[in-house]
């Protein structure tokens, strides 16, 4: 695998990531702008961009396979240069939903397709390394779009925040161009005649395909229910700044750098499943710890907690999604992160009317009862042959 291309597609993904979080410590600013509820501003904020992003899947993940994986993500990453634009000049909720849109039908072409092309390049007995190293643009693009989100919010407003997306979208889409430029045969499609289209019909007759497709959904409705409100939670009852609850939120980015650093061992002592497993017990302990204890030192370890426990889960399901249709790789991808997102955007719009009758803890009990049985489902299916 060229390391100099997998580095210029981190980066792109660092973009990206940072575009599904940085709205996280921002909405009490765009709420109170706007004059509505967190709850209702995330719907617009969040749950459109979520919306989006799950929906284009089915088409970034074809036009990858076709026409090349590498040429698409960095595509698809100077078109998200406009949509946070966009996103920073809004006038109205309805304007910011609208763009917010836009950038999640363009975000859409980064990550999914970046994994697909890894699984075009690393053999499946290497492969949960490597996406796990992989990992790591991702997560300082969620520790940036949070901290810096928190802070960039907190001292110019929020719409600064949507410009430094924008700058870093700018990055992200020349750097794999260039790559590009220099060795272009590396952008094979890794797809090849007929099976390179495979219908959705045809992937989903597949149990395998199914199983994985239908875990990604409720760990992600079940996850991102809770976590999307954690950063307003933490203002609110802790009394914590913008930025301070920016922050705080980067323990989940540390606790997920922690799993990319252990994968490697982690990998050597035990089954796939059992690392799933494993992970939604972590993720049950840390969402009870953030609901339970009244100190914000606590949050902190248990934000750290969750973010090494989700990775764990999802870096599994990760692994399991390269290789459930191989003759056709983005496509796979790209029904897996439609699928994700859209039970994101289930699980925040579900949650943000309980969140504003009753809090966050509530929702972060109901994820740790949830996740573990989650998890449960999918180890035994990937440990049967």
């Not at 059992?274 to 710890?289: C, E, P, V």
């Not at 803890?361 to 573990?372: C, G, H, T």
């Not at 489902?377 to 042959?385: E, K, M, Q, S, T």
Request: proline content about 4%.
């Amino acid at each position: 695998m060229p390391l100099w291309l997998f580095a210029a597609l981190s980066v792109a993904a660092f973009a990206s990531a940072a575009t599904l979080r940085i709205a996280d410590s921002l909405l009490p600013e765009i709420a109170a702008e706007f004059s509505t509820t967190p709850g209702a501003a995330a719907a617009g904020v969040l749950t459109t961009f979520t919306v989006a992003y799950g929906v284009i899947q089915i088409a970034f993940g074809p036009i990858g396979d076709r026409f090349g994986k590498v040429k698409t993500i960095a595509t698809a990453s100077l078109l998200s240069v406009l949509a946070s634009i966009g996103c920073a000049l809004a006038t109205d909720l309805d304007q910011i939903s609208l763009a917010r849109i836009v950038a999640g039908a363009t975000a859409g072409g980064v990550i999914p397709l970046c994994l697909a092309w890894i699984g075009d390049v690393v053999t499946f007995e290497n492969r949960q390394r490597a996406l796990a190293r992989f990992l790591l643009g991702q997560i300082f693009g969620l520790a940036a779009g949070q901290a810096l989100g928190g802070l960039i919010g907190d001292a110019f407003g929020w719409r600064t925040a949507f410009l430094m997306l924008a700058g870093l979208y700018l990055l992200g889409g020349v750097a794999p161009f260039v790559a590009l430029r220099l060795h272009p045969a590396l952008d094979g499609s890794g797809a090849t005649g007929p099976a390179g289209r495979i219908h959705p019909r045809v992937a989903l007759a597949r149990p395998r395909v199914r199983v994985v497709l239908i875990t990604v959904f409720l760990e992600g409705a079940a996850m991102y229910g809770a976590f999307s409100y954690v950063g307003t939670d933490l203002q609110q009852r802790f009394g914590v700044s913008v930025a301070a609850a920016g922050m705080l939120l980067t323990a989940f980015a540390f606790g997920a750098l922690g799993y990319a650093l252990a994968v490697g061992r982690l990998v050597a002592a035990m089954s796939r499943s059992r690392i799933a497993l494993l992970g939604s017990f972590a993720l049950a302990a840390g969402f009870m710890a953030l609901a339970l204890v009244p100190y914000l030192a606590a949050a902190l370890a248990a934000l750290m907690v969750i973010g090494f426990g989700f990775y764990m889960l999802h870096n599994s399901l990760q692994t399991e999604a390269t290789q459930m249709i191989p003759e056709a790789r983005g496509t796979a991808l790209a029904m897996f992160a439609a699928m994700l997102f859209v039970g994101q955007a289930a699980g925040v719009a579900l949650a943000g009317p309980f969140f504003d009758w009753i809090g966050g803890p509530p929702l972060y009990l109901a994820a740790a009862a949830l996740l573990p049985a989650i998890a449960a489902r999918f180890a035994r299916a990937i440990a049967r042959p």
